[in-house]
């Protein structure tokens, strides 16, 4: 595939927490389809390696996305380095696990500060480029916890729910200015985050966890142009956990009933 095929070519995108996961499955695909792209991360060692193996299409910024400086600079190197800046994924996150009654101050507040503050500095410092740009695209990433509550992820699921409202106040305030902003809700992710928990430990219908590069095709849609108009609105990539009616046991209708009984009772 040349340049002038890809569906991101002529793109410029800024990536939190792309060093590995599903950023790094998003910047990989991202520079496939065409785009050039900034890494942004924490892990200095391992987001150098994957821009120098990306090519002169890739960039490296240490970025924590608990800082609105580095952000600044972060959009500043992408602008600087390509020319300009079209998509903004902020992909950067943790997840941490305790009861709500034990659960510490400091990471009730470092998982907000990273989870959800961190979005809102990605998308206020961008804000600006993106417009340049005239055709933008944001997307966040939150969870299915951003859809539905789990026990014992209280600053996670609270997290992620907010992600997708500030997804959804960006998205109406930006529509009219082209900067489309949605939100993806991930299910069970085979990346260092979730090491250690089997697919068999949640209902998932379809019987696995999904590969990292199944969400970066689904970011890749959202970022570029074949998603235009798509803005304020859910994405989920879970399998088909969020679909289904949860149920003790197996359920069947009564075949005795006849069919206008049956449709009174139900």
């Known amino acids: 595939m040349t340049e002038t095929e890809g569906r991101l070519a002529g793109k410029v995108a800024l ?18 389809e065409g785009a050039s792209v900034v890494i942004g991360d924490v892990l200095d060692v391992e ?4 821009a120098s193996a990306l090519g ?3 960039a490296y910024v ?17 602008t600087r380095g390509f020319g300009l800046l079209n998509v903004l994924v902020n992909n950067a996150g943790i997840a941490e696990m305790y009861p709500l009654a034990e659960y510490p101050i400091e990471a009730w ?8 503050s961190g979005v809102f500095y990605g998308m206020r410092a961008a804000v600006p480029a993106l417009r340049a740009a005239g055709r ?40 009219r200015e082209n900067i489309r902003v949605n939100s993806v ?13 089997p697919a068999s430990s949640m209902a998932i219908p379809m019987g696995r966890a999904a590969q990292p590069e199944e969400v970066a095709e689904l970011v890749l849609f959202l970022a570029s142009d074949a998603s235009s108009y798509c803005t304020g609105s859910e994405f989920t990539v879970d399998g088909g956990v969020m679909s289904q009616v949860p149920m003790s046991g197996d359920i069947s209708l009564p075949t005795q009933a006849p069919v206008e009984e049956a449709l009174i009772a139900h």
């Open 15 to 32: 990536i939190s927490g792309g060093s590995r996961g599903m950023g790094a499955s998003e910047a990989r695909l991202f520079v496939a």
């Open 47 to 50: 987001g150098e390696a994957l």
């Open 56 to 58: 002169e299409k890739a």
């Open 62 to 78: 240490h970025l924590d996305v608990r800082d609105p400086e580095q952000w600044t600079a972060a959009v500043a190197a992408a």
């Open 109 to 116: 507040r470092r998982i907000i500060d990273i989870n959800l």
């Open 136 to 175: 933008a695209s944001i997307v966040n990433i939150s969870s299915i916890d951003g859809l539905g509550g789990s026990p014992q992820l209280p600053g996670y699921v609270a997290a992620k729910f907010g992600v997708r409202g500030l997804t959804k106040a960006a998205a109406l305030e930006f529509a």
């Open 185 to 197: 809700h991930p299910g069970l992710i085979d990346t260092p985050m979730t090491e250690g928990i």
